[in-house]
């Protein structure tokens, strides 16, 4: 029987255009995700009039696996942390 690769975190970064915190936070899950802790995306709530009033300027958010897990400032070792302990 093959043995089954596990699962990673799939995280959404909601953002918008012109943050340098939402850069910083795009740095730190492409940092996690070049060493397989993650797959990632980046959804632009300046792009969806609903997501844009439910976050406007309180971004970035972070979700893992749909979570809300971190809001305005991530750092790496706060997300690996919580990759550890995220399931699929």
């Not at 953002?15 to 060493?35: F, M, N």
């Not at 970035?60 to 919580?82: S, T, Y």
Request: proline share 2%.
């Amino acid at each position: 029987m093959a043995q089954q690769k596990p699962r990673v975190a799939h995280l959404q970064l909601m953002s918008r255009r012109q943050c340098c915190l939402c850069d910083d936070a795009k740095s730190v899950v492409e940092q996690a995700a070049a060493q397989g802790l993650c797959t990632w995306e980046v959804v632009d709530v300046d792009r969806d009039k609903a997501l844009l009033v439910r976050y406007g300027n309180d971004v970035p958010v972070l979700l893992i696996n749909g979570e809300k897990r971190f809001q305005h400032r991530v750092g790496f070792d706060e997300l690996h942390a919580a990759l550890e302990g995220a399931t699929c």
